[in-house]
């Protein structure tokens, strides 16, 4: 089955400053990567996600890229803001296969 | 609210005793997921319906784990001979799509601890 491994664990960024969590898959068949945003007592949110057929995807202050070959894809947060601290997942799937997720990165925003 | 509801919020027992967890997806959805989480870690696969029917049950850990989607509709987890071991938030999704290429809405979880 997929594996999915997550690095760092904990973050932490000053206000406006750029943060990135970095994840690997390893089925290659894997080709849908959503990231979930999970805040304290919550259960986790999308959002955003990439499919396969492209390498980057962006939604205002969030990216996110993917490098098929390498079997790793990242998410990318600027202009970082207080309320973006929260426990980010990255996952994969593949076809009608339920999501695997990585093991979450809690991120920090100081003011 | 329209979102997925999972009942009860916390639930305390002591190992060996039997629970049930209860989830209430959005209307209209036809997949349902139960993941697990442990403290610290991310939501870890245990089962998922497509309609009343076991998609996938792989994720299960042992026969003590048991699932039901009767209607299609309302999902209820079951656990047989709790162990301290199962101590976790037990979350649940749900969603238009089949497998995992869809966006999952999940509840806020079942915090189960075994005493």
């Known amino acids: 089955g997929e594996n999915v491994e997550q690095h760092p664990s904990t973050l932490s960024v000053q206000e406006g400053d750029s943060a990135v969590i970095k994840c690997t898959y390893s089925?290659?068949?894997?080709?849908?990567f959503p990231w979930y945003k999970q805040e304290l007592g919550k259960g986790p949110q999308l959002i955003i996600d990439i499919r396969s057929n492209v390498g980057e995807k962006k939604d205002q202050r969030i990216a996110v890229t993917l490098n098929k070959t390498a079997k790793h894809f990242s998410l990318h947060i600027t202009e970082t803001q207080p309320e973006d601290s929260a426990v980010y997942f990255c996952?994969?799937?593949?076809?009608?296969?339920?999501?695997?997720f990585g093991s979450g990165t809690r991120l920090q925003v100081q003011p | 609210g329209a979102g997925v509801s999972q009942t009860p919020s916390n639930k305390v027992t002591e190992k060996g005793k039997y629970v049930e967890l209860r989830c209430d997806p959005i209307s209209g959805h036809t997949a349902l997921y139960w993941y697990r989480q442990s403290l610290g870690q991310g939501p870890e696969f245990l089962i998922y319906?497509?309609?009343?029917?076991?998609?996938?049950d792989s994720g299960l850990p042992n026969d003590r784990f048991f699932a039901v989607r009767p209607e299609g509709s309302v999902s209820t987890l079951k656990i047989q001979r709790t162990e301290r071991g199962d101590s976790a938030v037990y979350l649940c999704?749900?969603?238009?799509?089949?497998?995992?290429?869809?966006?999952?809405?999940f509840g806020e979880g079942s915090r189960l601890t075994v005493l």
């Open positions: 319906f497509q309609g009343t029917g076991a998609a996938d």
């Open positions: 999704a749900s969603s238009f799509t089949q497998g995992g290429t869809g966006e999952l809405f």
């Open positions: 089925d290659s068949a894997s080709n849908y």
């Open positions: 996952a994969a799937t593949a076809g009608r296969r339920a999501l695997t």
